[in-house]
């Protein structure tokens, strides 16, 4: 079966940097575009980045760009997050998720376009 497994959550103070991992098996990882979803207590899921299933597009919501890189390794299907000049405002339950389909030739942005998700990893921005 798919599994979605996150790593790399923690604790940061402002300014500080964290990389989240998202090791996927059971699919065939190529074929998938793939995002990170972030929920902060009493707040909804919010996207924060995706990238196509080419890798050669990426899109991030405004509150990350220029702070935040999303990437893939095709050869060990895991999906990246590094994040940079982290704010306590970033402070959230970050999740992986897995798009097929038409979406995955894109970067998709809504949840209901993931097909898969990661468990979720907390990550703590202290200031």
């Known amino acids: 079966q798919v599994q979605l497994v996150e790593s790399g959550g923690g604790t940061a103070q402002a300014g500080g940097s964290l990389r989240l991992s998202c090791a996927a098996s059971?699919?065939?990882?190529?074929?998938?575009?793939m995002g990170w979803f972030r929920q902060a207590p009493g707040k909804a899921r919010e996207f924060v980045a995706a990238?196509?299933?080419?890798?050669?597009?990426?899109a991030y919501v405004d509150s990350v760009k220029g702070r935040f890189t999303v990437s893939r390794g095709n050869a060990n299907d895991t999906l990246y997050l590094q994040m940079n000049s982290l704010k306590p405002e970033d402070t959230a339950v970050y999740y992986c998720?897995?798009?097929?389909?038409?979406?995955?030739?894109?970067?998709?942005?809504?949840?209901?376009?993931?097909?898969?998700w990661g468990q979720g990893t907390q990550v703590t921005v202290s200031s």
């Open positions: 998720a897995f798009s097929s389909g038409i979406f995955a030739y894109g970067c998709p942005e809504g949840p209901d376009e993931y097909d898969y």
């Open positions: 059971g699919l065939t990882f190529s074929r998938y575009a």
């Open positions: 990238i196509s299933r080419s890798g050669e597009s990426t």
